[in-house]
Each structure stands twice: as structure tokens, then as C-alpha cells.
């Protein structure tokens, strides 16, 4: 069995993605789900390909306690579509975005917003805001909507796993 396989994606990958994709990755394997879920990310813009991610969004990440990796930031590419089960939008344009470029309307329907995996979220405001012309603070908000998120995703995707 192949595992279930998730790209967050963000404007530039270097922010919103790469956070929710460490988070994801980190609750999957706390889960016992590390076999069974596979996570990457990406960007809509190429503007950023090749760097690390926002060293403010690796601060936060850390002092929580999450392990940081190397990340190296990519585009999303229409093809990427047939490699994914799910494409998560971090705000309300990558989901406009990404839905005009999925070659097939099954591809479009892969797409969902990441707080929309959040019971607690206001249905009027799903979008996870970019902090990268923001204060240090605003990674910390960022990541506190992620963590909420991504529990809700994954509890969302444990109950269609195969028991």
C-alpha cells in the first residue's frame, strides 16, 4: 500500500507551507502514521526556489520543539497533481490558484483550504495569513493556526486509512 501523499502549498515555500508541511510530518509520526502519510510543499511563485525556509518561521518551529530539517523550496507544477492525494491551500488565492491549474476537475477537487480541517474556524476566514512582511510574532499565530489545522487533517485522514 502506497501512503496517503499531501503538498501544502504557499506563495514562495518558504513560510506557511514548509511550516504545516513539518508540522504535519512531526504529528503524523507522534500518530504512529509516518508509513502511511507522506508530506512535502510547495509554491505558487518561483521566486524563492532553491532557499531554506524563513529563518523567523524555523524560530517558532523550534521553540516548540519541532526538528528542522534542510528544506529547499519548489514551484508547483501541474504534474505534481498526479503525484498528490490532497493539495492544501494555505489562504483563499493559492486555492483559486491551484484549481485553474489542475488539469482535470478530480485534480481541482484535491484541493481544500488548510483551515477548513479546523472545526473551530470561522467559515468566512480560512485563510492562513502570510507573515513574511510581518513581525517575528505573526510565525508564532501562524503556527498556532497550523498546529490546529493540521490535528484536524490528520484526524480527517486517519479515519480513511485502512485499519
Same mark, same amino acid.
Given at each position: ?83 498528490? &492525494? @490532497? $493539495?492544501?491551500?494555505?489562504?483563499? +488565492?493559492? *486555492?483559486? %490558484?491551484? /484549481?485553474?491549474?489542475? !488539469? ?39 503556527? &498556532? @493556526? $497550523?498546529?490546529?489545522?493540521?490535528? +484536524?487533517? *490528520?484526524? %480527517?485522514? /486517519?479515519?480513511?486509512? !485502512?485499519?
Amino acid at each position: 500500500m502506497r501512503p496517503y501523499r499531501i503538498c501544502f502549498i504557499c506563495s514562495g515555500n518558504i513560510c506557511r507551507s514548509p511550516t504545516a508541511e513539518i508540522v504535519t510530518r512531526h504529528l503524523a509520526a507522534a500518530a504512529g502514521l509516518a508509513d502511511l502519510v507522506e508530506v512535502d510543499s510547495a509554491g505558487t511563485g518561483r521566486w524563492h526556489v532553491g532557499d531554506d525556509a524563513d529563518p523567523r518561521a524555523l524560530t517558532a518551529l523550534r521553540r516548540r520543539g519541532y526538528p528542522i530539517g534542510r528544506h529547499c523550496a519548489r514551484q508547483f507544477q501541474p504534474a505534481d497533481f498526479a503525484e498528490r &492525494d @490532497l $493539495v492544501v491551500a494555505l489562504d483563499s +488565492g493559492h *486555492l483559486r %490558484e491551484l /484549481r485553474q491549474l489542475a !488539469p482535470t476537475r478530480e485534480a481541482a477537487a484535491a484541493v481544500r483550504l488548510l483551515r477548513s480541517f479546523d472545526p473551530a474556524a470561522d467559515p468566512t476566514d480560512l485563510d492562513v495569513p502570510d507573515p513574511y512582511y510581518a513581525r517575528a510574532a505573526e510565525f508564532d499565530y501562524v503556527l &498556532d @493556526l $497550523v498546529e490546529t489545522s493540521c490535528r +484536524g487533517l *490528520l484526524a %480527517e485522514i /486517519r479515519a480513511d486509512l !485502512p485499519a
